[in-house]
């Protein structure tokens, strides 16, 4: 590892610089444009965010060694850059879906300004060193989160998802900082890396090291989302306008695993040769095995009774974090790699999904189950995209998704932790209940009136009051899709397909992008 | 080879119907007719490539692994880093499989002209669960065995929940839960026979790396496998998804689901048990006997309880695979000679039953049995073809049906004479409920009400004629089928005696 000092880092940080410089500009930009160009300043976010992307790109495939920049604040090893692109590329999705959103129209240029500042506070997550660093990139991430969730104007829900976040997520990042202190006396370090090189040689003993660990993913658990710090989830996801709620479901996680890793893997284990050992009698593995069968439970079965779609994603994405907790007992590099491979197919296929169900949002009006009804002689092409995201998410071939859990359940199998691995893909039989009934409710019910007469045009009309009372004034009623959420469902799409079928290309990156031992 | 065949030809059966799916996505849905016609169109070529196979393959080669499977095409590398190939071939149990996967399609394919909403999805569907089925029996690679495996079941759920039944929903989502909890034992195994049989998804090359796996770690991965298999068979007590199932299903995916897919259970323990973990398979066929037994007998008994025709055909479907089961347990040549062939006959029989069903439920719009009567002076040639159908599934002589139970049977004895004497009471219950079915449907006084049911039209007799003309002669001269499995089947008993000798029945 290469210690620069401030200024020597600063060139690394070029893509991190462009954001900040970004979302300021985008900030003054709505101070003195004010409304009156409203609907540019996604499409400007999007621009900073591809700059940034860019600019992160060339670092993606290096090898060897990390950099420790800022005096070994922020890390730049090949997870970060690997994490960095990942960021990017919510930001700019959730910029993408924001940018036709009829809910955010008024949300203006902070929207897009914030949703830059979060991307910036999602990559110092994954690059945290310190353990200051790591405190205040989460937070960095949490307010923005809370002030992203409570920013419909005007709206109950929305401001009462976004009180709840915020006290939900002032205690737990209050017992992660207790937590944080408890390490810090231990070792008398907040660099990882140095505490790391006390533990290992003995600084402390098992049972305090346990219970600061303990608070630790208090704080953690809520950023991904897991059991039992899940309790927030589908409120705020509900309460959340829908590119918010897909930018929730995918962001902070992902940051949240990030950083889980980044302390688990620095501080409390140690690197042998082909992967790492937890510290001497600290048997964390064990206790996250224990939270990852809890959350793949809890997340399904919760999400069997859900009749608000946004809820039920919810759930879906507490299932989702139980998953990728089980990666995390590994201790591989295989693990790592599934962890990641697995945050990119749930990436294309979570957003997908939401694209398609703001859309029937949008157009019916509600977040029911029901608004969904008969997507299928609506909008077709959504409803098949819609079933691709489902069987991905269900983890079916030939969808990323299945792509996905099989790289992680090989690396369980592997690793000897068959049991975790059977329970996980009972899981995925659970989670079979509640996609497919999307799928049904989507594709299936309505579908038998056209039997009868073609009489009454609109599909249903009891059951779907939204589309029209008469089936003459819903065509007035429907308001055209943007082709550019189409065109994105449908490149989302059409990835989770291909990436289903051959994804080498995106494991190579991933494995050499991530340069593990 | 007297044919001509073309290159990849395995490649092109599979795709084929693919390509066909992905025209009729992009026809007009205003003409039905091009609709059916591609529909069509989309099956005939792989039912003539089947054909060519069957003619081309070569059937002696002395029992050498290495010359079971032939037309092979790859491996061709697809996922590298996981040591991932694409590669297909047939041995013989594979291409009876293939060869019946291709005529059950392009009979189902016709038979599904009577579908009158929503033509392009069900025929699209229907095209990809064909892709899916041909990919299972050709498929040499663990990995695209898996996926051919789970992409047949989103096509059925949505056959069976869209076009099924008053109850489709609840049948359409238990035959797809039912499945993908069997799967996920496969996936489970397979990714463990991965990293211990020397990180290769070649089935071959699993057949020798798995063998020096412990006895515990092969008795687990068997049931594991055996599960997922049994569900599909189906074999007790994983057989209740079967009836709902084929209740609610239109006709022509009753067929293919009676005449294909539960073929891929049996299959899959040949291919996959027999061949992967034969030390375990020889230790634990009496597994397979006893449930063998149980299907045989239980599932008669509820046939007999049926007053629905259709369950009834549905219910005598577990029963007659249960034969196989009891046949492959055997681990003799006869036995399990006559479980491929049962399998084989069992589909074009079973087949023929449904499209029955089928043929009487668009007349009467009902199948209760004690609703007909007296049938046989109203419809002649419908009655005539039912009485072949049943009684070649009841096993009389001259029939297909006789030959492969005759066969399980004179296996099975050698091996397990006890769970043989039992099972063969099924002979008796279900020659009793299909006479005793005949009688209430077709002797008698004809019930008033079906005084102008009309005959079988020309399109449901190009359905079931060739069918009946198969059963016929395979009944007569089953030789055809039985050199074609003779010596894969050979090889593959020796494979398993060889590795559990000593390990006898009781």
Same mark, same amino acid.
């Given at each position: 590892?290469?210690?620069l000092?401030?200024f020597?880092s600063?060139?690394?940080?070029?893509?991190e610089?462009?954001l900040m410089?970004g979302a300021?500009?985008?900030l003054?930009?709505?101070?003195?444009?004010g409304a009156?160009?409203?609907a540019?300043?996604p499409?400007?976010?999007?621009?900073?965010?591809?700059?940034?992307?860019?600019?992160?790109?060339?670092?993606?495939?290096?090898?060897g060694?990390g950099?420790?920049?800022?005096?070994q604040?922020?890390?730049?090893?090949g997870?970060?850059?690997?994490?960095?692109l990942?960021?990017?590329?919510?930001?700019?999705?959730?910029?993408?879906m924001?940018?036709?959103?009829?809910?955010?129209?008024?949300?203006?240029?902070?929207?897009t300004?914030?949703?830059?500042?979060?991307?910036?506070?999602?990559?110092?997550?994954?690059g945290?060193?310190?353990?200051?660093?790591?405190?205040l990139?989460?937070?960095?991430?949490?307010?923005?989160?809370?002030?992203?969730?409570?920013?419909l104007?005007g709206?109950?829900r929305?401001?009462?998802?976004?009180?709840?976040?915020?006290?939900?997520?002032?205690?737990?990042?209050g017992a992660?900082?207790?937590?944080?202190?408890?390490?810090f006396?231990?070792?008398?370090?907040?660099?990882?890396?140095?505490?790391?090189?006390a533990?290992?040689?003995?600084?402390?003993?098992?049972l305090p090291?346990?219970?600061?660990?303990?608070l630790?993913l208090?704080?953690?658990?809520?950023?991904?989302?897991?059991?039992?710090?899940?309790?927030?989830?589908?409120?705020?996801?509900e309460?959340?306008?829908?590119?918010?709620t897909?930018?929730?479901?995918?962001?902070?996680?992902?940051?949240?695993?990030?950083?889980?890793?980044?302390?688990?893997?620095?501080?409390?284990?140690?690197?042998?040769g082909?992967?790492?050992?937890?510290?001497?009698g600290?048997?964390?593995?064990?206790?996250?095995?224990?939270?990852?069968?809890?959350?793949?439970?809890?997340?399904?079965l919760?999400?069997?009774?859900?009749?608000?779609?946004?809820?039920?994603?919810?759930?879906?994405s507490?299932?989702?974090?139980?998953?990728?907790?089980?990666?995390?007992?590994?201790?591989?590099?295989?693990?790592?790699?599934a962890?990641?491979?697995?945050?990119f197919?749930?990436?294309?296929?979570?957003?997908?999904?939401?694209?398609?169900i703001a859309?029937?949002?949008e157009?019916?009006?509600?977040?029911?189950?029901d608004?969904?009804?008969?997507?299928?002689r609506?909008?077709?092409f959504?409803?098949?995209m819609?079933?691709?995201?489902?069987i991905?998410?269900?983890?079916l071939?030939?969808?990323?998704?299945?792509?996905?859990k099989?790289?992680?359940?090989?690396?369980?199998?592997?690793?000897?932790w068959?049991?975790?691995?059977?329970?996980?893909?009972l899981?995925?039989?659970?989670?079979?209940?509640y996609y497919?009934r999307?799928?049904?409710?989507m594709?299936?019910?309505?579908?038998?009136d056209?039997a009868?007469a073609?009489?009454?045009?609109?599909?249903?009309?009891?059951?779907?009051?939204?589309t029209?009372?008469?089936?003459?004034?819903?065509?007035?009623?429907?308001?055209?899709l943007?082709?550019?959420?189409?065109?994105?469902?449908?490149?989302?799409?059409v990835?989770?397909?291909l990436l289903?079928?051959?994804w080498?290309?995106?494991?190579?990156?991933?494995?050499?992008g991530?340069?593990?031992? | 080879?007297?044919l001509?065949?073309?290159?990849?030809?395995?490649?092109?059966?599979i795709?084929?119907p693919?390509?066909g799916a992905?025209?009729?996505l992009l026809l007009?849905?205003?003409?039905?007719?091009?609709?059916?016609?591609?529909?069509?169109?989309?099956?005939?070529?792989?039912?003539?490539?089947?054909?060519e196979?069957?003619?081309?393959?070569?059937?002696?080669?002395?029992g050498?692994?290495?010359?079971?499977?032939?037309?092979?095409?790859?491996?061709?590398?697809?996922?590298?880093?996981?040591?991932?190939?694409y590669?297909?071939?047939?041995?013989?149990?594979?291409?009876?499989?293939?060869?019946?996967?291709?005529?059950?399609c392009?009979?189902?394919?016709?038979?599904s %002209?009577?579908?009158?909403?929503?033509?392009?999805?069900?025929?699209?569907l229907f095209?990809?669960?064909?892709?899916?089925?041909m990919?299972?029996f050709c498929?040499?690679?663990?990995?695209?065995?898996?996926?051919?495996? !789970?992409?047949m079941?989103l096509?059925?759920?949505?056959?069976i929940?869209?076009?099924?039944?008053?109850?489709k929903?609840?049948?359409?989502?238990?035959?797809?839960?039912?499945t993908?909890?069997?799967s996920?034992f496969?996936?489970?195994?397979?990714?463990?026979?991965?990293?211990?049989?020397?990180?290769?998804?070649d089935?071959? !090359?699993?057949?020798?790396?798995a063998?020096?796996?412990?006895?515990?770690?092969?008795?687990?991965?068997?049931?594991?496998f055996?599960?997922?298999?049994?569900?599909?068979?189906?074999a007790?007590?994983?057989?209740?998804?079967?009836?709902?199932a084929?209740? !609610?299903?239109?006709?022509?995916?009753?067929?293919?689901?009676?005449?294909?897919?539960?073929?891929?259970?049996?299959?899959?323990?040949?291919?996959?048990?027999?061949?992967?973990?034969?030390?375990?398979?020889?230790?634990?066929?009496?597994v397979?006997?006893?449930?063998?037994?149980?299907?045989?007998?239980?599932?008669?008994?509820?046939?007999?309880?049926?007053?629905?025709?259709k369950?009834?055909?549905? $219910?005598?479907?577990?029963?007659?695979?249960?034969?196989?089961?009891?046949?492959?347990?055997?681990?003799?040549?006869?036995?399990?000679?006559?479980?491929v062939?049962q399998?084989?006959n069992?589909?074009?029989?079973?087949?023929?039953?449904?499209?029955l069903?089928?043929?009487? $439920?668009d007349?009467?719009?009902?199948?209760?049995?004690d609703?007909f009567?007296?049938l046989?002076n109203?419809?002649?040639?419908?009655?005539?073809?039912?009485?072949?159908a049943f %009684?070649?599934s009841?096993?009389?002589?001259?029939?297909?049906g006789?030959?492969s139970e005759?066969?399980?049977?004179?296996?099975?004895f050698?091996?397990?004479?006890? $769970?043989?004497?039992v099972?063969?009471?099924?002979?008796?219950?279900t020659?009793?409920?299909l006479?005793w079915?005949?009688?209430?449907?077709?002797l008698? !006084?004809?019930?008033?009400?079906?005084?102008t049911l009309?005959?079988?039209?020309?399109?449901?007799l190009?359905?079931?004629?060739?069918?009946?003309i198969i059963?016929i002669?395979?009944?007569?001269?089953?030789?055809?089928?039985l050199?074609?499995?003779?010596?894969?089947l050979?090889?593959?008993?020796?494979?398993?005696?060889?590795a559990?000798?000593?390990?006898?029945g009781?």
């Open positions: 590892m290469v210690a000092e401030n020597g600063l060139k690394h940080f070029l893509p610089c462009l410089g300021l500009l985008v003054v930009l709505d101070m003195v444009w009156r160009r409203r540019l300043y499409w400007l976010g999007v621009g900073v965010l591809a700059l940034a992307g860019l600019a992160a790109l060339p670092g993606a495939g290096l090898r060694e950099l420790a920049l800022f005096e604040m922020f890390t730049l090893d997870f970060t850059r690997v994490f960095r990942f960021f990017v590329l919510v930001g700019a999705l959730t910029l993408l924001a940018a036709r959103s009829r809910e955010l129209r008024g949300a203006g240029g902070e929207f300004g914030l949703t830059l500042i979060v991307v910036l506070g999602m990559i110092l997550m994954a945290a060193g310190n353990l200051v660093m790591a405190y990139a989460m937070e960095t991430v949490s307010l923005l989160s809370y002030t992203l969730v409570g920013s104007r709206n109950r929305s401001h009462e998802a976004g009180l709840k976040y915020v006290i939900f997520g002032g205690v737990a990042s992660m900082l207790y937590g944080f202190s408890w390490l006396g231990l070792t008398g370090t907040l660099d990882l890396a140095a505490m790391g090189e533990f290992r040689a003995g600084a402390a003993q098992p090291v346990f219970l600061a660990l303990v630790i208090v704080g953690l658990g809520f950023k991904m989302a897991a059991a039992p710090f899940h309790m927030w989830c589908p409120d705020v996801y309460g959340a306008p829908v590119a918010v897909a930018f929730l479901s995918v962001g902070p996680k992902a940051a949240g695993f990030a950083l889980t890793l980044r302390i688990l893997y620095t501080a409390l284990a140690e690197p042998t082909s992967g790492w050992l937890p510290i001497a600290l048997p964390w593995p064990t206790l996250i095995a224990v939270m990852a069968v809890a959350t793949m439970f809890i997340g399904n919760s999400a069997l009774w859900q009749d608000n779609l946004k809820r039920l994603m919810a759930y879906s507490i299932a989702h974090a139980g998953y990728l907790l089980a990666g995390l007992v590994l201790l591989t590099p295989a693990g790592v790699t962890i990641v491979f697995y945050l197919a749930y990436l294309i296929m979570n957003f997908g999904a939401f694209m398609v859309a029937v949002a157009e019916s009006g509600s977040g029911g189950i608004g969904i009804r008969g997507l299928w609506r909008r077709p959504l409803a098949v819609m079933l691709i995201f489902l991905s998410l269900t983890g071939p030939p969808a990323f998704g299945f792509i996905g099989f790289y992680l359940f090989a690396a369980l199998i592997e690793g000897g068959l049991w975790l691995a059977l329970l996980g893909l899981n995925s039989v659970i989670s079979l209940g497919m999307i799928a049904r409710v594709l299936i019910d309505g579908t038998e056209a009868p073609p009489t009454g045009a609109a599909p249903a009309p009891v059951l779907h009051p939204a029209g009372p008469a089936g003459v004034a819903a065509p007035a009623a429907t308001p055209a943007s082709p550019l959420s189409v065109a994105i469902v449908g490149v989302l799409g990835l989770t397909v289903g079928i051959y080498e290309p995106l494991r190579l990156f991933a494995e050499r991530l340069a593990l031992p | 080879m007297f001509a065949t073309i290159d990849n030809v395995l490649s092109w059966m795709f084929f693919l390509i992905a025209v009729i007009p849905a205003k003409r039905p007719n091009w609709i059916k016609g591609v529909g069509v169109a989309a099956t005939l070529p792989p039912l003539w490539w089947a054909i196979l069957f003619a081309g393959f070569q059937r002696r080669f002395g050498e692994p290495l010359k079971q499977f032939q037309y092979l095409e790859g491996p061709r590398p697809w996922i590298e880093s996981f040591n991932i190939n590669t297909l071939g047939v041995d013989g149990i594979s291409i009876s499989m293939v060869l019946l996967t291709a005529l059950i392009t009979i189902a394919v016709i038979a %002209f009577g579908i009158n909403r929503q033509l392009k999805a069900y025929f699209a095209l990809l669960l064909d892709t899916g089925m990919g299972v498929a040499l690679d663990f990995f695209l065995f898996y996926v051919f495996w !789970e992409i079941l096509p059925m759920y949505f056959l929940g869209i076009w099924g039944g008053p109850n929903i609840y049948a359409a989502i238990k035959f797809f839960l039912y993908l909890f069997g996920v496969m996936l489970l195994a397979v990714i463990f026979l991965y990293f211990k049989a020397g990180k290769t998804f089935m071959a !090359e699993m057949m020798q790396g063998r020096g796996l412990a006895m515990t770690a092969q008795v687990l991965l068997w049931f594991a055996y599960i997922a298999f049994a569900i599909k068979i189906p007790f007590p994983f057989h209740t998804w079967l009836p709902d084929h209740v !609610e299903a239109p006709t022509a995916i009753s067929v293919i689901l009676a005449g294909v897919l539960l073929k891929m259970g049996t299959y899959g323990l040949l291919r996959v048990n027999y061949a992967l973990l034969p030390e375990a398979t020889a230790k634990l066929a009496w397979l006997a006893l449930i063998g037994m149980i299907n045989i007998v239980y599932g008669a008994l509820c046939a007999m309880a049926q007053s629905d025709l369950k009834l055909v549905a $219910y005598s479907s577990i029963s007659h695979m249960g034969y196989v089961m009891l046949g492959m347990a055997s681990l003799t040549p006869q036995g399990v000679n006559g479980a062939l399998m084989f069992h589909g074009t029989i079973t087949a023929m039953l449904f499209l069903v089928g043929v009487l $439920y007349r009467a719009h009902h199948r209760q049995i609703g009567g007296g046989a109203q419809v002649p040639v419908y009655t005539g073809i039912t009485a072949l %009684f070649a009841l096993g009389l002589p001259g029939l297909s006789f030959v005759v066969l399980v049977f004179m296996g099975g050698r091996t397990f004479p006890l $769970y043989t004497i099972s063969a009471t099924g002979i008796v219950i020659a009793a409920y006479l079915t005949l009688q209430r449907m077709f008698g !006084e004809l019930n008033p009400k079906y005084a009309t005959d079988m039209n020309r399109r449901e190009i359905t079931l004629v060739p069918l009946g059963v002669i395979l009944g007569v001269w089953p030789l055809p089928v050199d074609l499995i003779g010596d894969t050979g090889f593959l008993v020796g494979h398993v005696n060889g559990g000798a000593g390990l006898a009781f």
